[in-house]
């Protein structure tokens, strides 16, 4: 810690979310002790069952910020390391009690259970969140690119960005995601595998349709149209399609706007997994996008599907398509599968089939030019 930050009367906080379903929270820690624990007399009350009745406790010694594991089931973690006693903190760490994560500060920042505690081993969660600022910080994250393919000839019109890393406890977009929902950074980490996927993607011979996913929250915090805009700035011949999780397709007004904002940009939109859940007729009515993803789980065994399931995805297929929309079937990985999409009326298919993700530098390069997707 800086001789400055040690001089001055500052205000010592843990940033995070106590719990995983609510918002970020800001704790401030003044001369008094803060204990950590999930029942009994705590301050910082985190509701999780790996979370011990008395935890740990933070406190302020000499203006310095220090942390003391309780002798917890689950131990503390500062930066990926055990506690063991007590452990000084410095303005940037990462602190986590078991499996829940908080990011400590030095400025003022405005942010039925059971007595049992579940024992877990939190050694690798606490390396993943470390693994995860590192990736953050060197943005070094691995674009792999999966083929979206015309039907029946299987011509390249594009490929979907698929998020990867070598980081241990990061390899999967799942892995990344669910360390980034515990530091509130998922917008983050979705624009950062927008930027770098549409960087390599443009190494790919014959400059493929890329397909550019997004994370829910961007939908509903400020950011993500600015982020678009700046995207375009620095690849303006890319032919881009973004990607939105039809569960956050839910206000018409905020879709009207995002599509009209990715007209301007001359880019694309797609709803991805559609028929996963509520299917959103009504916004697909409304705010019609230039493609719709249906979901893996309606193409799997669609060739072993009783008459009656085959025939209510071809009407929406065709519904579909009456919108001006294209269809995409996901996830086909059989040549049965790949048949039956065919004999639907499926435009286009994407799937373990017709190719797995892969890295740039490992795909041949034979797409055909992406206007086969006008917008």
């Given at each position: 810690?800086?001789?400055?930050?040690?001089?001055?009367?500052?205000?010592?906080?843990?940033q995070g979310r106590p719990d995983l379903t609510g918002p970020v929270e800001v704790t401030n820690v003044d001369e008094a002790t803060v204990r950590v624990g999930r029942t009994g007399d705590v301050t910082l009350r985190i509701n999780r069952p790996t979370i011990s009745s008395l935890h740990a406790e933070v406190f302020v010694r000499n203006g310095e910020f220090w942390l003391r594991d309780l002798n917890s089931t689950n131990g503390s973690y500062v930066n990926g390391t055990p506690v063991m006693g007590e452990m000084r903190l410095e303005r940037g760490d990462l602190v986590q009690f078991a499996d829940v994560?908080?990011?400590?500060?030095?400025?003022?920042?405005?942010?039925?259970?059971?007595?049992?505690?579940?024992?877990?081993?939190?050694?690798?969660?606490?390396?993943?969140?470390?693994?995860?600022?590192?990736?953050?910080?060197?943005?070094?994250?691995?674009?792999?690119?999966?083929?979206?393919?015309?039907?029946?000839?299987?011509?390249?019109?594009?490929?979907?960005?698929?998020?990867?890393?070598?980081?241990?406890?990061?390899?999967?977009?799942?892995?990344?995601?669910?360390?980034?929902?515990?530091?509130?950074?998922?917008?983050?980490?979705?624009?950062?595998?927008?930027?770098?996927?549409?960087?390599?993607?443009?190494?790919?011979?014959?400059?493929?349709?890329?397909?550019?996913?997004?994370?829910?929250?961007?939908?509903?915090?400020?950011?993500?149209?600015?982020?678009?805009?700046?995207?375009?700035?620095?690849?303006?011949?890319?032919?881009?399609?973004?990607?939105?999780?039809?569960?956050?397709?839910?206000?018409?007004?905020?879709?009207?706007?995002?599509?009209?904002?990715?007209?301007?940009?001359?880019?694309?939109?797609?709803?991805?997994?559609?028929?996963?859940?509520?299917?959103?007729?009504?916004?697909?009515?409304?705010?019609?996008?230039?493609?719709?993803?249906?979901?893996?789980?309606?193409?799997?065994?669609?060739?072993?599907?009783?008459?009656?399931?085959?025939?209510?995805?071809?009407?929406?297929?065709?519904?579909?398509?009456?919108?001006?929309?294209?269809?995409?079937?996901?996830?086909?990985?059989?040549?049965?599968?790949?048949?039956?999409?065919?004999?639907?009326?499926?435009?286009?298919?994407?799937?373990?089939?017709?190719?797995?993700?892969?890295?740039?530098?490992?795909?041949?390069?034979?797409?055909?030019?992406?206007?086969?997707?006008?917008?």
């Open positions: 810690m800086s001789t400055d930050i040690a001089k001055r009367n500052v205000r010592w906080t843990l994560a908080f990011r400590v500060g030095c400025v003022e920042d405005s942010l039925s259970l059971s007595s049992k505690t579940v024992a877990t081993s939190t050694y690798d969660e606490a390396l993943s969140l470390v693994q995860f600022d590192r990736l953050m910080q060197h943005r070094s994250v691995i674009p792999h690119f999966q083929p979206i393919v015309a039907l029946p000839h299987l011509e390249i019109v594009g490929y979907e960005v698929l998020g990867r890393s070598r980081h241990y406890g990061l390899e999967s977009p799942k892995d990344m995601f669910l360390a980034a929902s515990q530091l509130n950074q998922e917008g983050e980490l979705s624009e950062l595998l927008r930027c770098v996927g549409t960087r390599e993607g443009e190494a790919i011979n014959g400059r493929p349709r890329l397909f550019l996913n997004t994370h829910p929250v961007e939908l509903v915090t400020c950011g993500l149209l600015e982020s678009l805009g700046e995207l375009r700035d620095l690849h303006p011949q890319q032919s881009i399609t973004l990607e939105v999780h039809e569960a956050a397709v839910t206000d018409v007004t905020m879709m009207e706007t995002l599509r009209q904002r990715l007209t301007e940009l001359d880019m694309g939109l797609a709803y991805d997994d559609f028929g996963a859940g509520e299917t959103r007729l009504i916004q697909l009515a409304n705010v019609s996008p230039d493609c719709v993803k249906f979901d893996m789980h309606m193409i799997r065994d669609i060739h072993l599907a009783p008459p009656r399931q085959r025939q209510l995805l071809s009407t929406l297929v065709a519904m579909v398509r009456d919108f001006g929309s294209a269809a995409l079937a996901e996830g086909v990985e059989t040549e049965s599968e790949h048949e039956v999409c065919c004999q639907i009326g499926f435009e286009f298919g994407q799937g373990y089939f017709y190719g797995k993700p892969q890295p740039a530098e490992r795909l041949n390069g034979n797409a055909r030019p992406a206007s086969l997707f006008c917008i």
